[in-house]
């Protein structure tokens, strides 16, 4: 199994993460959008499954790191820069039935790949920053505005305050960039039970069988999710 996650994540983070993975690409950018979502994987890459669409102007490493592996990818249409409108083309989710983003920002080849399901127009255009989607279209996220759309269109979800969720530059992060998923294990850049709703968490990842893997001992860091690629 392969991994990407941020360069800038702690070294206790890092060495944790090596225990489950063949290679990890710690992942950074310069010159290409703005500092605190630098080094975030989510912010260039699109992944349903083995699905990858990236970002056509992504850092070299990522693309060798690919090559390296005979990883299939394909390039998108749209290139990352400091601007919102191009910072989240690919940071958008699908599930076997849904494409969940905010419309008129996700890239068209996402859209096209997605055609057939149902697009779920949400407020929050971060939204692979914002959320994450366990089996059976099951949700965490930390966006009150998200959770009002999951609840209006009877999707089981669980709300978590980005409150103390680390980031570069601001105040908070987001829940859906602290965090990724492999098989039955949810594996975390921080330890869920320094914020006050990592119990509940627990016991709502407990109940769904999920495996729960804290990489370090911090609050959690919203590092722009870990890839893992089987």
């Given at each position: 199994m392969l991994a990407v996650i941020d360069a800038r994540s702690s070294e206790e983070a890092k060495v944790n993460l090596r225990k489950y993975t063949e290679d990890i690409l710690f992942f950074a950018s310069s010159g290409i959008t703005y500092n605190s979502i630098s080094?975030?994987?989510?912010?260039?890459?699109?992944?349903?499954?083995?699905?990858?669409?990236?970002?056509?102007?992504?850092?070299?490493?990522?693309?060798?790191?690919?090559?390296k592996h005979k990883v299939n990818y394909q390039p998108g249409r749209?290139?990352?820069?400091?601007?919102?409108?191009?910072?989240?083309?690919?940071?958008?989710?699908?599930?076997g039935n849904f494409l969940l983003h905010k419309k008129g920002m996700t890239e068209s080849l996402i859209l096209e790949h997605s055609r057939n399901k149902k697009f779920i127009n949400l407020p929050q255009a971060y939204t692979r920053c914002s959320m994450i989607n366990l089996r059976n279209d099951v949700f965490i996220s930390s966006d009150s505005g998200i959770k009002k759309v999951l609840d209006k269109n009877n999707l089981e979800n669980f709300?978590?305050?980005?409150?103390?969720?680390?980031?570069?530059?601001?105040k908070n992060?987001?829940?859906?960039?602290?965090?990724?998923?492999?098989?039955?294990?949810?594996?975390?850049?921080?330890?869920?039970?320094?914020?006050?709703?990592?119990?509940?968490?627990?016991?709502?990842?407990?109940?769904l069988n999920y495996e729960i893997i804290c990489l370090h001992d911090d609050f959690l860091y919203d590092g722009g999710g870990i890839f893992f690629i089987e």
């Open positions: 080094g975030h994987p989510d912010i260039f890459i699109f992944q349903e499954k083995n699905n990858l669409i990236i970002a056509p102007n992504s850092p070299k490493q990522l693309i060798n790191f690919f090559k749209s290139s990352v820069d400091e601007n919102l409108e191009q910072n989240v083309k690919y940071n958008c989710i699908a599930t709300y978590f305050s980005p409150e103390d969720i680390r980031i570069f530059d601001h992060g987001f829940f859906g960039g602290t965090c990724g998923i492999s098989g039955n294990k949810i594996f975390f850049n921080g330890n869920i039970d320094k914020h006050k709703h990592g119990k509940e968490l627990r016991t709502f990842l407990s109940d």
